[in-house]
């Protein structure tokens, strides 16, 4: 079991520290330690306050021991394994989104032109209605034809 680092601050000490990850507002780091006189390592995340240059200790930290670390090494190609299947599967429902997408806006632009095609053909047939009224309204509706 994972040990927190509570009590007497005496017991705890930090001979090493290893970052392996760091941005503008946060470094996470391996602290290899003693808790009580027995060797841990501490995955530890530190934050930056703003306007100061160094990263101070969050709360955000696990204490394993080295039997433990041992045993995380061991399954840490299976993890690394299982990642890479994750971010695959990602990738793919990603890119069955983008396809899906990219099917509606063929879809919505289909139906964009066959609105307009039958806009078109109403304003056709408004014009004719308007063609057959006026002959309706003239005197001799077929006196062009002569």
């Known amino acids: 079991m994972a040990m927190i680092a509570t009590g007497n601050k005496s017991d705890f000490k930090v001979l090493n520290s290893i970052e392996f990850y760091r941005n503008d507002f ?15 390592v501490g995955l530890a995340r530190f934050w930056k306050p703003e306007g100061q240059d160094s ?23 299976q993890v690394n394994r299982s990642l890479t299947t994750i971010s695959i599967i ?6 069955n989104v983008k ?22 053909t109403e304003e056709a047939d408004a014009q004719l209605e308007a063609a057959l009224q006026e002959l309706m309204r003239s005197e001799d509706p077929f006196h062009d034809l002569v």
């Open 90 to 95: 990602i990738l793919i429902e990603i890119s």
């Open 55 to 77: 990263y101070v200790p969050t709360k955000k930290s696990i204490f394993l021991s080295a039997e433990q670390w041992r045993l995380l090494g061991s399954v840490s190609g």
């Open 99 to 120: 396809l899906f997408l990219k099917n509606v806006q063929y879809t919505i632009l289909e139906f964009e032109l066959f609105l307009k095609s039958m806009i078109s």
């Open 26 to 40: 946060i470094s996470i780091r391996a602290e290899l330690c003693t808790i009580a006189g027995k060797p841990y």
